[in-house]
Structures are given as C-alpha cells and as structure tokens.
C-alpha cells in the first residue's frame, strides 16, 4: 500500500448532500455547506456519495459539484470525490475527471444490481486501480447495492493495488473490520459508513467516520473522532450518545430525506428537493423530526410555517 500522511484520511469526512432548486443543482447553497464543513472542524469532505443522490445526478453534473467543493475548500481540507457508478466506463471517465479536478482521493462504490462474484469484484476494483494513481477507497454498501465483499476479497485487492488503501464499510459487521485490520494493519484505512456505529467501529480501530450527520453538527462529529483519536474513550461516548437520536434519524426514510428535511428546518437549505424517485418528507416524518431537531437543540426560527404542506415537484 503507499505511504499516506499519517493525517490524511483520518477522522470525521461528511458525505455532502446536494441542494437542488426547482430541479437545477444551487451551487451558490452547496460552497456554502462545503465552507460549513471547514469552519466547523471536519477533516475532510466526501462530494457525490450516496447521500449526494449520484445516482440522480448525470456526469457533468459529479464533475460540476467536486468543482466547486475543490475550489472552495482550497486545500484547507481534503476533498473525496464518490465517482462510482454501475458502469465500469462511466466509472473510470467519473474518476478521470476527478483527479484532473484536484480531488485528493475516489472513493467506488461496488457496481450495484449486476451482483458479481467475488472473482468480478477483484478485477473490477484492480483495473480501476491501474488507471488512476490517487489513493482510492472502495466503498463497501451491502444494504443499498446488494453486493457484499468478502475480507479475503478485498486483501486481494489491496495487494495486487498498493493504490487501493481503504474502504468505507456501511454494514453492521463489526468482525470484519478487525478482520481486516488483523491482515492489512492500521494503515488501511476503514471508514464507518453507518452513522450509529462510528464509536463502536472507531474504537475497534477505523481510521474515521463517513457520517451523514455531519451535515448537521459537523463540530460534534469532529469532536467524535477527535476523543477517539486522543484514546478519550469517556468524551467519546457522551458525543456518541449526544448525536445517537440525530443518527438514528437519518434513517426514517431513505437518505437523504430526512437529512434534506432537517437541513431546511436549520435554515442551512432553501428547499428539501430531492430528485425522484426519491420524495420529499411526509407531515408524520416532518414532526418526529422535529422533535428530534428540537432535543438536539439544533431547532431555531427559520421563518417558515412547518405545517404547510411541501411541493412533491
């Protein structure tokens, strides 16, 4: 595996979402959440990963959104640019563009609905690998691709590319990640990508954390992996019980929904669009979310009546 900077991809890297207006990515709303992220202390960012609605979002479009988070975080923090796609041409073209944008690191979702073997899965990520030179994090979602790697799968992959150096795990295994700690070591870099277990995978040995609500309180994630980090074990745990309702939310319906919705009530977005088939937040959703905004103490007046209904455009 290359050598990293023993502080590069370590630590709290929010997915970003993507603020949509009448249907039109607001790009002035997105490099003011990407300048968010760097006032209030995180370590870096993630732009287009699932909570950003790839998915939704044609190429020149990725490409637009690392633009300006590459632009506007200056080097200040690193920039992770999510540039997976079920096609292996799109996703090479996707990361192409990304490293001639400046993006210090990919991360590549396993190719979703295909459902490969593991022996796919391999050369999949080895030939991705052998076309780029920046670092590159696989990204690891059983629950939303439908494709589960094994640990000896991704060893493989890391041994045959020593640009491969970590991936982000979205699932409640917790063996294995010391699995794969145990046979890579402490330089793969292993993201938590389930906001509920950032402490408990951090403290089994995760570089760091790709939570979603980081969006919200980003100072707090930070502070999170900033105790973990320091061996604050006790700070730790207060933080991951402060931030256990707030994590829990996010999936009340599928994200970014609810993120979207409690983004507005903060007043950090104009609108909670989301592109379909995605759809906005139900009046039942909209008060649990409250109520949890409000516990949070993150709740103040934004000057919009809660009770109108949102447009479904």
Known sequence: MIKLENRFLRGSYPPLITPFRDGKIDFEKFTSLVERQVQGGSH?????????EPSSLTVDERSDLLKAAVETAARRVPVVAGTGSQSFAETIELTKRAVTLGADA????????IK???????QYFVSMAERTEVPLLIYHIPGRASVSMDVATLVEIAGRSPNVVGVKHAS???EFVTELLVRLGD??????????LSLPMMAAGAAGTMNAVGNLAPTRVAALCNAIIAGDLATARQLHL????????IFLDTNPIPLKYMMYRMGLLDSPEVRLPLA????????????????AGLLGPVGKDLLQPLSAD
Request: net charge negative; aromatic share 8%.
């Open 242 to 249: 402060d931030l256990f309702a707030l994590n829990r939310a």
């Open 280 to 295: 906005p937040a139900t009046e039942e959703q909209r008060k649990k979310l409250d109520a949890v905004l409000s516990n």
């Open 187 to 196: 330089e793969f870099r292993i993201f938590c990508g389930l906001e509920s």
């Open 116 to 122: 490969p073997p593991q022996r796919g899965l391999v």
């Open 106 to 113: 990919v991360l590549v979702v396993t190719p979703y609905y």
């Open 44 to 52: 870096g960012i993630v732009v287009t990963g699932t909570t950003g």
């Open 172 to 174: 409640t295994d917790l």
